[in-house]
Nanobody
């Protein structure tokens, strides 16, 4: 049974930082593409950052230069370092792992940035 569990969300002031973690069980992260998505109230879920099996990364323009995605395959853990947070970053953040037709999602962690 595949399970992804996010942690690290919370309430932070504008300009602050948070580090999200996503720990997987039931799969070996090393063979999967990984990503962080977010969904704000009333908006569609969007891909924020992704990382390939060889460590190549991609970011949505809104977070470039502020967020950093990384992975620790030995610990089956995905990270998202979020700096210079803005109120518009407020959302539920989800991690996702996928390869071919397989995909698994975490349950989400709330990030709230106060102005």
């Amino acid at each position: 049974q595949v399970q992804l569990v996010e942690s690290g969300g919370g309430l932070v002031q504008t300009g602050g930082s948070l580090r999200l973690s996503c720990v997987a069980s039931g799969i070996s992260f090393s063979g999967y593409y990984l990503g962080w998505y977010r969904q704000a109230p009333g908006k569609q879920r969007e891909l924020v950052a992704s990382i390939t099996t060889d460590g190549s990364t991609n970011y949505v323009d809104a977070v470039k230069g502020r967020f950093t995605i990384s992975r620790d395959n030995a610990k089956n853990t995905l990270f998202l370092q979020m700096n210079s947070l803005k109120p518009e970053d407020t959302a539920v953040y989800y991690c996702k792992s996928w390869i071919n037709r397989f995909a698994a999602w975490g349950q989400g962690t709330q990030v709230t940035v106060s102005s």
